[in-house]
């Protein structure tokens, strides 16, 4: 990538104006908050979830381009999965949907903030409904370890 | 000195980082002063002299080297008192920044000083620095804090403060001298003015204005004073705690440790003369000269000198930025009340994405929440985008960051 500036294209752009999946649910299965201390982007996804499977999705809040981007690309890829394939979801999926995955590291958190909160809601999901205290251990460790 | 534009264009020379480029081989153009500033040549070299010719503890051998570093430090000590008019060099305290002074009061005046149901007062345009120390003292002993309110010009509502102290249960109000988002300069003398009738004392955190403007403490009539060094051209991690004696008086130690005692024993101590008793341990001496090598550089210059081109400067930005299309600039346009501090929100894109884009023309902008989050949520906005200016800074800075907006507005379709 030749600039940093150039993480700014046409899709970004597209997304952050008009992002996609963005509002409340207000029935939802689960909902989680999280924000980044040190830029105050500040993200909530709610999910409906059935039968093993995230029926509906939706984040709101406030960001960066980069941040609103990557959460309403997220979402997408999230509608419709299993749980086991939400779990499975990596930074890269969302990164290389969007031509981020050289992102300055200062950056990094903005884009994804939203995955860390997808896994945070999915392990507080698990935690409540499946009982399985080890799987749940893992999963916060996933997502404490993100970036 | 005179304070034409060039005579401040002829400052950047002192200034080895202004030479560097930046990105692709872009000028660097520094505009993130408020958080903290470039460093001149002089500061530099005394940091380095230091090293290599007097370095030793202070205070307590008698060789000459230790009497060398000493008379160092302490000699900057009376270089703070000239430049802010104290009268008693007792009454400083070196501390690593604004931060650890105002968490010093909190902690060796607050904890003896505050008790349960006693109120302390700040206002919404602070710094995290002067917000939380506060929240930790007063949830420690079940007291209140509450908040001088701002209109919407960005400067305070003193009637709030008024209805504080009528209720009598105020026991010190802390307020910045200058804001670090808005610029607003704080209408120091009416809410000391206040303060002393009712008999309440005052704290002022005076980090961002003691780099820029002419700051007089006896003449303020405050009781706490703070600042930081590395805002005003010294280096990072000194600062300095100012207390009127009588105050001081009142206060246990902060630290415990060498230096602050007078003796030892084994179950108790007696503490060391001030300011030593609130200097535990040794000190950061190298960026006390520092500091002192800062002063010594903004005195030659002149602060009214530094005060009168930042009016200038801010004055052009806020008539550049006025022009720019969607731009929205926060607090007063009334220059005599506001520092060179400029937080604004270009339409609706995310002041991240103004700062990145920006950088690639080697232009330095804060953007976020600037440590200032109670701000944040009265002016209702996640984060802004903020530039804020000093000695070294041009007009063409200005005019090369009013260009740089086109190619946010241009990626971004505005």
């Given at each position: 990538m030749s600039s940093n500036a150039d993480i700014y294209h046409e899709m970004i752009v597209d997304y952050s104006r008009n992002p996609v999946n963005y509002g409340k649910i207000e029935d939802h299965d689960v909902t989680f908050h999280d924000s980044n201390p040190l830029c105050g982007d500040s993200i909530d996804i709610d999910m409906k979830i059935d039968d093993n499977k995230v029926t509906d999705i939706k984040f709101h809040g406030k960001g960066c381009a980069i941040c609103m981007a990557c959460s309403s690309v997220l979402t997408e890829i999230t509608k419709g999965k299993s749980l086991e394939d939400v779990r499975n979801i990596e930074k890269n999926d969302v990164l290389s949907e969007l031509g981020l995955e050289h992102l300055q590291a200062v950056r990094i958190k903005c884009a994804l903030l939203s995955l860390k909160v997808l896994k945070s809601a999915l392990y507080t999901y698990i935690g409540k409904h499946l009982e399985n205290s080890e799987d749940v251990d893992k999963l916060k460790e996933e997502a404490a370890n993100l970036y | 000195m005179q304070s034409t534009q060039s005579s401040f264009e002829n400052l950047r020379k002192d200034f080895p980082i202004l030479k560097r480029t930046v990105r692709d081989n872009k000028h660097l153009v520094y505009l993130d002063n408020a958080s903290t500033t470039q460093k001149p040549n002089q500061v530099i070299d005394a940091i380095t002299d230091y090293y290599q010719n007097h370095n030793a503890n202070i205070h307590r051998a008698v060789y000459a080297l230790a009497e060398e570093a000493t008379e160092a430090y302490e000699s900057t000590r009376d270089k703070i008192a000239n430049f802010v008019n104290?009268?008693?060099?007792?009454e400083i305290i070196f501390v690593r920044g604004t931060t650890e002074a105002i968490n010093l009061v909190a902690y060796a005046w607050g904890r003896t000083h505050i008790n349960e149901g006693d109120v302390i007062v700040t206002t919404e345009y602070e710094h995290h620095s002067n917000i939380v120390p506060w929240q930790l003292l007063t949830q420690e002993k079940h007291a209140k804090l509450e908040y001088i309110g701002m209109d919407d010009d960005g400067e305070l509502i003193l009637e709030d403060l008024d209805k504080y102290l009528a209720s009598g249960k105020v026991k010190l109000v802390t307020f910045s001298l200058?804001?670090?988002?808005?610029g607003t300069i704080t209408d120091a003398k009416k809410i000391i003015e206040k303060c002393k009738a009712a008999g309440v004392p005052t704290l002022i955190d005076g980090a961002q204005a003691v780099p820029h403007m002419k700051v007089d403490l006896q003449d303020l009539g405050c009781d706490f004073f703070a600042f930081s060094g590395h805002k005003m051209l010294g280096p990072t991690g000194i600062g300095v705690l100012w207390v009127r004696k009588t105050v001081l008086d009142t206060m246990s130690p902060f630290h415990g440790g060498g230096d602050m005692i007078r003796e030892v024993h084994k179950y108790e101590t007696t503490w060391n003369d001030l300011p030593y008793k609130f200097e535990?341990?040794?000190?950061?001496i190298a960026d006390v000269v520092g500091l002192g090598a800062a002063i010594d550089y903004l005195t030659k210059i002149g602060m009214d000198n530094i005060r009168e081109h930042e009016i200038e400067l801010t004055k052009y930005a806020i008539e550049k930025l006025s022009n720019v299309k969607g731009l929205q600039i926060y607090g007063t346009k009334d220059i005599a009340k506001r520092g060179g501090v400029i937080s604004f929100n270009f339409a609706d894109v995310h002041p991240h994405d103004v700062a990145q884009i920006i950088d690639e023309e080697g232009i330095a902008v804060r953007s976020g929440h600037h440590c200032a989050q109670v701000l944040m949520e009265r002016l209702n906005v996640a984060a802004t985008s903020r530039a804020s200016f000093y000695i070294y800074n041009t007009k063409e800075d200005i005019d090369i960051l009013v260009n740089s907006l086109n190619t946010v507005a241009k990626v971004f379709k505005l």
């Open positions: - | 104290i009268k008693d060099r007792q200058m804001s670090n988002v808005l535990a341990g040794t000190p950061n």
